[in-house]
């Protein structure tokens, strides 16, 4: 029997994603430009390829959700834990997809922000207007195999969250200050 989500699970999840997002922004528009294309250390990113990085995998989110789906066979939400616990472990760090590396052009913290805006459109209008409990077959999740909308989109708030801390990091070692 397939679970649906219920309009009460569709509305924290879309305050979730609404705050993460605004978040993320709120860190990115911190930024002073030079300061925001600066790379704080060996082997990082600078805020703008953060930022640019999160941009493209919400972005791929919203093109899986809207993909091929099937129905689900198991609790629609039952992944989310284990994707919660990887997001929010900072000890591990993972090599990006090559789709979702940044590029190395400099960046406006503006110029982010009104990406970001459109992500965080698209993906709210999913939430709203899909069937959440659907599982998206076109891409599998790495030891996990496909996931339902609601893991995918949970996920991406999970992914912002991780990044927005990784960038506010970014900004102490850059600017000596806290956000």
């Known amino acids: 029997m397939e679970q649906t989500i219920n309009s009460t699970k569709t509305e924290a999840l879309a305050q979730l994603w609404t705050g993460a997002a605004q978040r993320l922004a709120d860190?990115?528009?911190s930024f002073k430009e030079n300061d925001f294309n600066r790379v704080?250390?060996?082997g990082s990113w600078t805020g703008a390829q953060v930022s640019e990085h999160v941009i493209k995998s919400m972005a791929l989110i919203h093109q899986m959700v809207n993909d091929t789906i099937t129905s689900t066979a198991r609790g629609p939400e039952d992944h989310i834990p284990f994707l919660s616990s990887i997001?929010?472990?900072?000890?591990v760090k993972t090599q990006s997809a090559p789709n979702l590396v940044p590029g190395e052009e400099p960046m406006s913290p503006a110029e982010i922000q009104n990406g970001l805006l459109e992500r965080q459109n698209d993906l709210l209008q999913d939430i709203h207007r899909l069937d959440l409990s659907k599982t998206c077959?076109?891409?599998e999740f790495p030891g996990l195999g496909?996931?339902?909308r609601i893991e995918l989109i949970s996920f991406c708030i999970f992914h912002t969250e991780r990044h927005n801390r990784q960038l506010r990091n970014i900004y102490k070692i850059i600017t000596g200050n806290n956000i």
């Open 27 to 29: 860190t990115v528009i």
């Open 40 to 42: 704080p250390f060996a």
């Open 87 to 91: 997001m929010e472990n900072m000890v």
């Open 137 to 139: 077959t076109v891409s």
């Open 146 to 148: 496909f996931l339902t």
